[in-house]
């Protein structure tokens, strides 16, 4: 079993034939490391570190503060930059908090919802076609000011700024997200939902054991470009719903202190130092699924 | 000529018998193109039919339809007595069959491709116990007991943890086939398994074709342009062209006795190469 050279055909040994049936001792071997598992792994990583992220229930608390006196047209300095970093950590934590409990239901919403659009029954592809495409063409902005005054506008509704923020992102991506597992889902050959069939496959089984492992790999990466750009987009919560995260920092300082350049550049290192990587992870995973498909 | 072919009314498509599987005037069209006209067949339990026929006169259709991969747009299919496409009302008449009733018909047929159609992302142990415990309810020890009966009786037992990545295309379609078998399938149907082989890895392949054929258990549906393994496994070939049956009969008839001139014609044309 440990021989690696099976990809030529062997010739029929006559321990091949001559073996009598049934009477293997045998082991099945996990196929896979578990993290080639698309149908293990991917909800293993959406879970610890939703679950990670989770654990810290709080989000920081406290107003954003800078320990210089205010005053108005001071030059740069690397000082009063640095100074800053600690506090546009906390709100950096804050926008990356929101990222991804908001790209946990971007995932798994928009998994649904490409299923929806799937259905054979027009009743509810239809809806889940116009909601998509309704979401999809509005623009984020708009989105949370209308989710903001919605919220307000209904009484029987509480809702914590950052909770409507991420509900807004996931939703807006969710509805990237399910074009995305649409796609995945096309792409799995002809020949797989054929064989399905013809071993009678239930349809539960069908998509958790064929479907769906076989396209989620297809998708991780585009879902992964899509948690970046998520990530870029939660700040304008920041902006609407006045959650504390990193712009909320800046635009604190900035009003507070007069000092505009610091705080701003401060972020723009700040998403620097998240993007980066993560956009590498992204290339990692796109080249090692092309290494799979060889 | 021995036919099985009957020119039998068009209304009369719910007799029943002891056939394996029974075609009554079925029709099947792509768009304008029609593939399968007015179908009469007869398939004896146990039997072994190998159909042959030029490209695009729908063997593979007939086989697809059987499988429902492509639905018919008229007559009737039974197999084991039951029909695929139609459930029997209390009446007596037939109306469209729900999906609850074609999974259970379905039940009885297993089909083999000519690209394999293996799960990728699973070893061939579990593409072959997958149908058994997710759909049969067979306990895992028992799937994978009968798993590596199957895999051994195609030869494969060594092979059992690989993917199908790490096979060859001869290793792949045995595992397919054993996967096939493992749902117990009284109906099996085999669409050019060998096409897509590398010519030294085709024996491997009809060896464990004709120990399926040797058991005698199942019935066998066979398109193939192995002239001579038609010859050797067939109980009656069938020689289609454009969706009809020319000719039928035992193969020392049809293949080398043709009554027909579109049979004599295409056997030269299949001898040529
Ligand atoms: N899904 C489809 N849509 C449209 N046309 C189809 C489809 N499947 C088959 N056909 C057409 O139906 C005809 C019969 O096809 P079929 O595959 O049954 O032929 P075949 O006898 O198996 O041929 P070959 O020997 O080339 O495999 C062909 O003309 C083919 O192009
Ligand atoms: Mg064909």
């Known amino acids: 079993m440990a021989d690696d050279n099976h990809r030529p055909e062997a010739p029929p040994t006559a321990s091949d034939d001559a073996r009598p049936a049934g009477t293997f001792e045998f082991e099945i071997e996990q196929s ?10 991917v909800p293993v990583i959406l879970v610890v570190l939703g679950l990670s992220l989770l654990a810290v229930v709080e989000a920081p608390s406290g107003r954003f503060r800078s320990q210089f006196t205010p005053g108005r047209d001071v030059s ?12 546009m950590l906390r709100g950096l934590y804050t926008t990356a908090r929101a990222t991804v409990l908001g790209f946990l239901i971007a995932a798994s919403l928009g998994l649904v919802m490409a299923l929806l659009r799937r259905s054979e029954r027009p009743y509810v592809s239809l809806p889940a076609a116009f909601v998509i495409e309704f979401i999809r063409s509005t623009p984020i902005l708009v989105q949370m000011f209308f989710a903001q005054v919605l919220v307000r506008a209904t009484p029987w509704l509480t809702l914590n700024p950052i909770v409507i923020l991420f509900i807004v992102v996931g939703i807006h991506y969710a509805t990237y997200a399910s074009e995305a597992y649409r796609a995945g889902i096309n792409s799995v050959p002809k020949g797989q939902w054929e064989a399905s069939i013809a071993l009678n496959l239930d349809p539960a089984t069908k998509w958790t054991r064929i479907i769906i492992p076989q396209a989620v790999p297809n998708v991780l990466p585009t879902l992964g470009n899509y948690l970046v750009a998520a990530f870029k987009d939660v700040p304008i919560g920041d902006a609407v719903l006045s959650t504390a995260g990193v712009l909320f920092f800046a635009n604190t300082i900035r009003a507070d202190d007069f000092r505009p350049v610091e705080p701003y550049l401060l972020i723009g290192v700040g998403f620097l130092l998240v993007s980066l990587p993560a956009a590498w992870l992204v290339r990692r995973l796109e080249e090692s699924i092309e290494y799979e498909r060889d | 000529m021995s036919t099985n072919v009957t020119e039998t009314d068009r209304t ?3 007799d029943k018998g002891a056939a394996s599987v029974r075609f009554r005037a079925v029709d099947k069209a792509f768009g304008s193109l029609t593939v399968l006209e007015n179908l009469h067949l007869d398939v004896e339990p146990g039997e072994r039919v190998v159909i042959i026929g030029p490209s695009g006169s729908g063997k593979t259709t007939i086989l697809r339809v059987t499988m429902t991969l492509e639905h018919i747009d008229a007559g009737t299919i039974q197999v084991g007595g039951q029909h695929l496409y139609h459930e029997e009302t209390s009446a007596g008449s037939l109306k469209a069959a729900s999906e609850r009733h074609i999974r259970k018909v379905r039940s009885n047929i297993g089909m083999v491709f000519q690209h394999f159609n293996l799960f990728p ?18 306990s895992r020890e028992e799937a994978q007991h009968l798993g590596m009966e199957l895999l051994a009786k195609v030869g494969l037992a060594e092979h059992a943890n690989h993917t199908p990545g790490q096979l060859s295309g001869g290793q792949k379609q045995r595992v397919a086939i054993a996967r096939a078998l493992a749902t117990q399938p009284s ?23 004709r120990d399926i054929a040797e058991e005698g258990k199942t019935t066998m549906m066979l398109v193939t342009h192995e002239m001579g393994f038609a010859r050797e496994i067939a109980d009656r070939i069938l020689m289609f ?18 009554q027909e001139d579109r049979t004599r014609s295409f056997l030269g044309a299949v001898a040529e190469h």
Do not use: C
């Open chain 1, 32 to 41: 896979h490391k578990w993290y080639r598992r698309p149908e293990v792994l």
């Open chain 1, 76 to 87: 740069f300095g690397w000082d009063y930059f640095f100074h800053l970093v600690p506090q």
């Open chain 2, 12 to 14: 009369d498509l719910s």
């Open chain 2, 121 to 138: 992302h699973m070893s061939a142990i579990e593409n072959v116990m997958l149908a058994p415990v997710k759909v049969h309810g067979t």
């Open chain 2, 187 to 209: 109906v099996m149907l085999f669409d050019e398994v060998t096409s897509a082989l590398d010519p030294e890895l085709v024996g491997d392949v009809l060896k464990v074709l």
């Open chain 2, 241 to 258: 062209d454009k969706g009809r049956v020319v000719e039928s009969g035992p193969p020392s008839q049809v293949l080398d006795d043709p």
